[in-house]
């Protein structure tokens, strides 16, 4: 088969059901890399009682990556983010152009035709924004850790958080923002107060 992208479907067709195999449409348990920052989940997991090694997440994103067939439009996404947190710039580039070209190039096959996939839309917008600017909203205030992949010039965008208005203008060299309101925010891990 060329495109597996709907390995269930397909195994589905041969009377063969994917449950039986080590293989997964979509990425499910690195979604909690893709909802809870790193070290939040690092956190939970402390808390939990499991010992873990350094490269742990590198490891989980190579073996699903491996098994999974990327059936949903999402997928791609949230493996594209988990990439760049081990640092390969390379294969989140890759993941994350697959995800924005999903309807245009209609990479599941015939799905475009029944409607566009809005959801993987929205999530590479939030991608650009929360991955590759670095922006962090869990907190009680805003954090930011850009991780611009080399060949962007800049990301400019707006938000509203916590009642405050946010302008963002990000470049390797430069983090300009500018709020409506004196606020503190995180930049790089470093508390700085913003006036307005």
């Known amino acids: 088969y060329e ?9 589905k067709s041969e009377g063969k059901s994917a449950d039986d195999y080590k293989v997964a449409k979509q990425a499910d348990t690195l979604m909690t890399f893709y909802n809870l920052p790193e070290e939040e989940v690092n956190i ?26 990327h059936g949903s439009s999402l997928s791609r996404v949230v493996h594209g983010q988990l990439a760049q947190l081990i640092n390969d710039e390379t294969l989140s580039w890759q993941l994350y152009k697959e995800a924005l070209g999903s309807d245009f190039v209609d990479i599941q096959g015939g799905t475009t035709g029944e409607g566009v996939h809005t959801g993987v839309m929205a999530s590479t917008v939030m991608m ?3 991955t590759y600017a670095g922006l962090n909203l869990h907190g009680e205030i805003l954090e930011i ?6 060949h962007w010039k800049q990301i400019s965008f707006k938000i509203v958080f916590k009642g405050v208005k946010y302008q963002f203008k990000i470049s390797h060299e430069k983090i300009d923002i500018q709020t409506d309101k004196k606020v503190t925010v995180k930049i790089k891990g470093i508390e700085k107060v913003l006036e307005v």
Do not use: F, Q, V
């Not at 495109?3 to 195994?11: A, E």
């Not at 939970?44 to 067939?69: A, C, K, M, Q, V």
């Not at 850790?145 to 080399?150: A, E, I, Q, S, V």
């Open 3 to 11: 495109n597996i992208y709907r390995m269930d479907r397909i195994l």
């Open 145 to 150: 850790n850009p991780r611009l992949p080399k």
């Open 44 to 69: 939970i997991l402390n808390r939990l009682g499991y010992s873990l090694p350094e490269d742990y997440l590198n490891r989980n994103l190579h073996y699903y990556l491996n098994r999974t067939s």
């Open 128 to 130: 650009a924004i929360s």
